[in-house]
């Protein structure tokens, strides 16, 4: 099983500022990586596939990069509705797996 | 408008049963691959199971294989989880999630549905 490892557990930003959030994978994943967003008591949100494609009406200000085992999420400049969970999920193997989430709350 | 709307969960004994469903719309149902997430109390999601768009694979989490068994009825738009031998760690809200595919690339979680609670405990 590939482990998901996700860092920090919690970041704390003022509005306005650079978010920069990590997942690394236990081996190589090529590319098949995605990020979503969930809010408390909603269902998570696609932000990220493919590693770096933005899905559908997601915002500039989040983009995604890397491959193999290392990749970020970075969120421009953060906006009030941008405080939530994110978590990485690899879709390369079987079984699928999901990092335990970074929180970004305000600073 | 793609909508997934989950239904069938409740609270159960450890040892019962349940099955969960999931009423998809607003796109071809039957050309995309399936999943169920799940989410513990508090906790992150878990990935539980995926089924092809034809029903003709399926991969299960470990926690889940040989109790929980998924499929779907591309003629009603409907897909399923059968959940049998239900343990307290099954406790969670369960997600129904669209796949989807572009330019090649098949990816999960496209869209999601709001979620149903499943409660195990005596």
């Known amino acids: 099983e590939i482990v998901m490892t996700q860092s920090p557990a919690t970041l704390s930003v003022s509005p306005g500022e650079r978010a920069t959030l990590s997942c690394r994978a236990s081996?190589?994943?090529?590319?098949?990586l995605a990020w979503y967003q969930q809010k408390p008591g909603q269902a998570p949100r696609l932000l990220i596939y493919?590693?770096?494609t933005r899905a559908t009406g997601i915002p500039a200000r989040f983009s995604g990069s890397g491959s193999g085992t290392e990749f970020t999420l970075t969120i421009s400049s953060l906006q009030s509705e941008d405080f939530a969970v994110y978590y990485c999920?690899?879709?390369?193997?079987?079984?699928?797996?999901f990092g335990q989430g970074t929180k970004v709350e305000i600073k | 408008e793609v909508q997934l709307l989950e239904s069938g969960g409740g609270l159960e004994q450890p040892g019962g049963s349940l099955r969960l469903s999931c009423a998809a719309s607003?796109?071809?149902?039957?050309?995309?691959?399936m999943t169920w997430v799940r989410q513990a109390p508090g906790k992150g999601l878990e990935w539980v199971s995926t089924?092809?768009?034809?029903?003709?694979?399926?991969y299960y989490a470990d926690s889940v294989k040989g109790r929980f068994t998924i499929s779907r009825d591309n003629s009603k738009n409907t897909l399923y989880l059968q959940m049998n031998s239900l343990r307290a760690g099954d406790t969670a809200v369960y997600y129904c999630?669209?796949?989807?595919?572009?330019?090649?690339?098949?990816?999960?979680?496209?869209?999601w549905g709001q979620g149903t609670l499943v409660g195990v405990s005596s």
């Open positions: 999630t669209k796949g989807a595919c572009s330019g090649g690339h098949c990816y999960p979680g496209e869209f």
């Open positions: 607003g796109f071809t149902f039957s050309s995309y691959g």
């Open positions: 089924i092809s768009s034809t029903g003709g694979g399926s």
């Open positions: 081996q190589s994943i090529s590319s098949n």
């Open positions: 493919g590693a770096s």
């Open positions: 999920h690899q879709y390369n193997n079987w079984p699928r797996t």
